[in-house]
């Protein structure tokens, strides 16, 4: 099924099951969304405590990532 298919498919369908098809995409949306930025706020925070632990204990590294 291609792109246009789908926009005919969705066009006939009727105004309640539109609102659901779009109520679905918008929490799906929302979803991975807040996935991504939790995602991105966890590596801030991990790299924010594996500067702090170079600062205090230059002599040794403390790696909190599954890299070596």
């Not at 246009?4 to 066009?11: C, L, S, V, Y």
């Not at 979803?31 to 204990?57: H, N, P, W």
Request: net charge positive; with cysteine; glycine share 4%.
């Amino acid at each position: 099924m291609n792109a246009a298919q789908i926009k005919d498919e969705i066009r006939k369908l009727n105004r309640i099951d539109k609102i659901g098809l779009y109520r679905w995409i918008d929490e799906e949306s929302a979803a991975d969304l807040l996935s991504r930025i939790g995602v991105y706020r966890s590596l801030e925070i991990r790299q924010e405590i594996e500067q702090k632990c170079r600062v205090s204990t230059p002599g040794r590294r403390v790696h909190l990532s599954p890299s070596p």
